[in-house]
């Protein structure tokens, strides 16, 4: 099992057949970010203006949750934004009418807390919940897995394990070890957090401790390491015990 880039890829595996870049497929939904337009089984649908430049934002960002002031900042740049309120009532509209073009299907999920999020309507749940039985599902490794000491994050199926058993986190404690998997081994500053995901550097400290204390309840070995005077983390192998 290799390690994964930055892009999400392993080094010297050639990437499987898929879309161009500018075009995104999310179930029977289709965007192509080249010719803004939008299709739903095939069939054009005509998306006003705001409502697309969300749609294109969540699809560019596929999987990954979205707030509202991620959302703010991309309609209005430098200009004045308006209550964060009125992402809810573009997403709701365009949510609607993207339903009803695919005879009921949803891709448009709503995370609370975070924001919202383009997903596959096969996947039932992004990030695993906490439900009865689920510690003992076997954990299956993959080849695209990132490998951190006994820690082991599938990036793609959005589970994590530790020494082979996998563990249950919130959507939020999930996202950030996401943005720390993706720069595996370079540090990642609390900075940089708060801007993909939108969270207040307090969540995102509280979330990294959580984290912590999940993974030592697991195994005494130390994977998110604290780099500048705890403005950055870094996701790592654990040194070696001194001699």
């Not at 707030?67 to 609607?96: G, H, M, Q, T, W």
């Not at 695919?102 to 906490?130: K, M």
């Not at 009865?132 to 954990?139: D, I, K, L, Y």
């Not at 998997?181 to 708060?194: C, H, N, P």
Request: proline share 6%.
């Amino acid at each position: 099992m290799l390690p994964l880039s930055a892009t999400g890829e392993s080094p010297g595996v050639p990437p499987a057949a898929a879309e161009p870049q500018n075009i995104v497929t999310c179930g029977k939904l289709r965007i192509n970010f080249l010719t803004r337009t939008v299709l739903v089984d095939g069939r054009f649908v005509h998306v006003p203006d705001m409502e697309y430049s969300i749609l294109e934002l969540l699809a560019k960002r596929k999987g990954l949750a979205t707030s509202r002031e991620i959302i703010l900042n991309y309609l209005y740049l430098e200009r004045d934004k308006p209550d964060a309120r009125i992402v809810d009532v573009f997403v709701c509209r365009l949510r609607k009418r993207l339903v009803e073009a695919a005879g009921g299907e949803r891709c448009i999920f709503t995370l609370h807390r975070l924001g919202y999020v383009l997903r596959d309507p096969s996947e039932r749940n992004v990030w695993p919940r906490r439900r009865a039985g689920n510690t003992a599902r076997p954990f299956v490794p993959s080849d695209q897995d990132m490998i951190c000491g006994q820690l082991t994050v599938q990036l793609k199926g959005k589970i994590a394990a530790m020494g082979g058993r996998w563990f249950c986190m919130s959507n939020a404690e999930f996202e950030v070890l996401h943005q720390l998997a993706l720069s595996y081994g370079e540090k990642v500053t609390v900075q940089s957090i708060r801007t993909a995901l939108g969270f207040s550097e307090v969540n995102i400290r509280n979330i990294i401790h959580r984290l912590r204390l999940k993974f030592r309840g697991l195994s005494p070995e130390a994977c998110i390491h604290t780099a500048n005077g705890a403005g950055a983390y870094v996701l790592r192998v654990p040194r070696a015990p001194e001699a």
